[in-house]
């Protein structure tokens, strides 16, 4: 059977895309010339590891011969082991025509790639040998901030971040921050204005994801919020606004990411869509494509994670203050989560499914309190939030928040730039947060 193969074949190409640290091979005696000619005539691969692939099955897709690909696997098991090649992660294969592998790299993760580099064999009838190497990426953070506007061009918060050069995933961050004091699936509108402090992560001179919300205002309807990331003395980091109250909330405003539709809300009496016979809906609907992560409302511990009949895939968590929370239907549990586990607040329990008596992929969401259930909805505003600021650090955190907010995009906080120049120049007034 024949294989259609993406491949490029080219012969100039490559000496300027050889990948970021490859040596230039010197080979400047004119014996060489035709082998470095030789040289230059190669394949260069650039794909993603497709399903199912080994490292062998892989260079075998591009006809490298068996004995080849033998002696690479080995070479390369000596610094990578090999079942840590993942589907989708990009790879580059360059390939003489002689059917040689010149260089291999492959993503291994965010930080970190596998080079490896054929080198000339030592006796004309012996295998190349291969240089194996785990090379770090040259990874920066940046500190950015980006200023920005509800228009009607720009009704969403994604739109809005959208247009001032950012992704969407940014603005999923955002609106986590302030997901306590906005609603942001219904209450924006023209006018509402936001500014973010952020790190962007460079990657090799790439976009290489976001690292943290470091501040951010959200102005709407004329009352504006800020919020500050800030680690207090033996605590994680975490936001609060400017008096240094918590900005998280016992339960996240809902266990999806992102403006959830709620299609069918909590109510003693409805039709039931599948049984047809009217029954109590003891949890909310919320309308979700397959596979959208599932978060985790609270921190607790796991109680049930399997199959639950009408329920699917199913995870129960039992949080503090005799509340449990009930998540249905998923297509998939996540790797990790069951019973006895522990999980923090956000962390994915699984993704949006259809299993068991359900209709169409959406998340039924239950939560109890003392055994009895009570409407999410309500339930999750009525809770009061985390912890402040300790008044021990206050005066610290005060003097991080007003040296964040002096950076913030938009036109500065005169007064708050005053203060914080003061700040700085005091020795004793560094604060310990990020
Ligand atoms: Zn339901």
Request: aromatic content about 8%.
């Amino acid at each position: 059977m024949k294989r259609a193969l993406p491949i490029a074949l080219s012969a100039t190409v490559l000496a300027g895309c050889a990948g970021p640290r490859t040596p230039e091979t010197a080979s400047a005696t004119a014996a060489l010339a035709t082998v470095h000619v030789q040289e230059q005539a190669t394949r260069l691969i650039e794909a993603r590891v497709p399903r199912n692939a080994t490292l062998a099955s892989l260079l075998r897709a591009h006809q490298v011969s068996d004995e080849i690909v033998e002696h690479f696997v080995q070479s390369a098991k000596s610094r990578f082991d090999l079942r840590r090649l993942r589907a989708d992660r990009p790879y580059r294969l360059q390939l003489g025509l002689d059917g040689v592998i010149r260089e291999f790299t492959y993503q291994i993760d965010a930080d970190k790639f596998l080079k490896v580099v054929g080198a000339d064999a030592p006796r004309p009838d012996a295998l190349p040998d291969f240089d194996v190497q785990v090379v770090p990426y040259e990874k920066h953070k940046a500190l950015m901030s980006i200023r920005g506007e509800i228009t009607r061009e720009t009704p969403s918060l994604i739109a809005a971040v959208n247009a001032a050069g950012e992704s969407i995933s940014l603005a999923l961050d955002l609106a986590r921050v302030f997901e306590g004091e906005v609603d942001f699936g219904n209450e924006l509108q023209p006018g509402d204005s936001f500014e973010i402090l952020f790190e962007k992560i460079v990657r090799e001179g790439e976009f290489g994801g976001y690292g943290d919300i470091v501040a951010a205002r959200f102005t709407t309807g004329g009352r504006s919020f800020e919020a500050f990331r800030y680690a207090a003395p033996g605590q994680k980091p975490d936001y609060y606004d400017r008096e240094g109250r918590s900005m998280r909330r016992f339960f996240l405003k809902s266990p999806l990411k992102f403006e959830p539709r709620v299609t069918s809300g909590f109510s003693f009496r409805r039709v039931h869509p599948v049984l047809r016979t009217a029954r109590a809906h003891r949890g909310v609907d919320y309308g979700a494509p397959t596979g959208a992560p599932v978060l985790a409302v609270a921190s607790g511990t796991v109680v049930r994670a399997g199959w639950t009949g009408g329920g699917g895939n199913s995870v129960y968590i039992r949080h503090d203050n005799g509340y449990e929370t009930r998540y249905l239907h998923f297509s998939r549990i996540a790797p990790g989560i069951r019973a006895g586990v522990r999980v923090t607040q956000g962390e994915v329990i699984g993704n949006v499914g259809s299993t068991g008596l359900s209709t169409g992929p959406h998340l039924h969401y239950e939560l109890l309190k003392g055994g009895t259930h009570v409407n999410p909805l309500e339930e999750h505003r009525k809770l009061p939030p985390g912890q402040p600021i300790p008044q021990a650090s206050l005066a610290a955190y005060i003097a991080h928040r007003d040296r964040q907010a002096w950076r913030f995009a938009g036109s500065p906080d005169r007064a708050l730039g005053r203060l914080a120049q003061a700040v700085t120049a005091a020795p004793t007034q560094t604060a310990a947060g990020n």
